[in-house]
């Protein structure tokens, strides 16, 4: 009973980071049932879905990425836009290497590919050094709660109806403003940053006739470099 005791109160590093994904995985079931519905919808088949979900593992950019194959946009540049909306993830992978104990290469790269959002919040908080088969445990649980989900949601869109299946791509704008709306909320820069984006895009592909993968990449690449540069004039302007 004793050793048993022990066991329970002192579980090990991969226990605990499969403890601490759970609640992701949990958070990750509705969006990756969405993306699978929404994938059906643009006409990929339960094996791209799931290989999109297995080889990409980014739920903004996925969805991004349906948004583009229904438009016929090509497949540079899809992979363009997501190599663009991920690199936020060099930051957050930089942050954890320093956090994370010193291990082989081969290690680092298995659980540095299920870096999201999610799993980064939840090993930065995290109190003191974390080991390797903690951040194996939190990606491992977060990783294939969003393989499995997508194509659960794949396989319901297909016994949904036809006109109901048809009417899902839709969905893609409202899933956009949800992601996009909380962001809002909390940076102003946000705000300015999607308007302009959005102005350039419209610009670019009804005024210049600009192919729409390529509008969407030279729109953001613009708004980015161009709202920080105002941010950082505001910011020496104020100093002065």
């Known amino acids: 009973m004793a050793t048993s005791s022990v066991l ?18 949990i958070g990750y079931m509705p969006v990756a049932l969405t993306f699978g519905l929404l994938a059906k919808s643009v006409d990929l088949n339960l094996m791209e879905t799931l290989m999109m979900s297995i080889f990409v593992f980014a739920g903004a950019a996925q969805y991004m990425a349906l948004n583009m194959i229904a438009l016929g946009t090509g497949v540079f540049e899809i ?24 291990d082989k290469k081969w290690k680092k790269a298995l659980y540095s590919f299920g870096i999201t959002d999610e799993t980064f919040s939840v090993a930065a908080t995290n109190e003191g050094r974390l080991h390797t088969s903690y951040m194996l445990g939190l990606v491992i649980i977060s990783y294939s709660s969003w393989v ?11 016994s949904l109806p036809t006109t109901l299946q048809d009417s899902m791509s839709i969905a893609l704008y409202a899933m956009f403003v949800g992601l996009l709306v ?18 350039f895009n419209a610009l670019f592909v009804h005024v210049l006739q600009m192919a729409q993968g390529w509008a969407i990449i030279v729109a953001t690449l613009i708004s980015a470099v161009g ?3 105002v941010e950082q004039k505001r910011r020496e302007i104020s100093r002065e």
Request: glycine share 8%.
């Open 227 to 229: 709202i920080e540069w």
């Open 79 to 102: 992979v363009m836009t997501t190599f663009i909306v991920n690199i936020r993830h060099f930051l957050m992978s930089t942050t954890l290497n320093e956090k994370v104990e010193n």
């Open 148 to 158: 499995v989900f997508s194509g659960i949601g794949h396989i319901v869109g297909g």
């Open 8 to 25: 329970v109160s002192n579980p090990t590093p991969f226990r605990r980071g499969l403890q601490a994904g759970v609640t992701i995985a």
């Open 182 to 199: 909380p962001s809002m909320k909390k940076s102003r820069k946000v705000i300015y940053l999607a308007a302009t984006a959005a102005l």
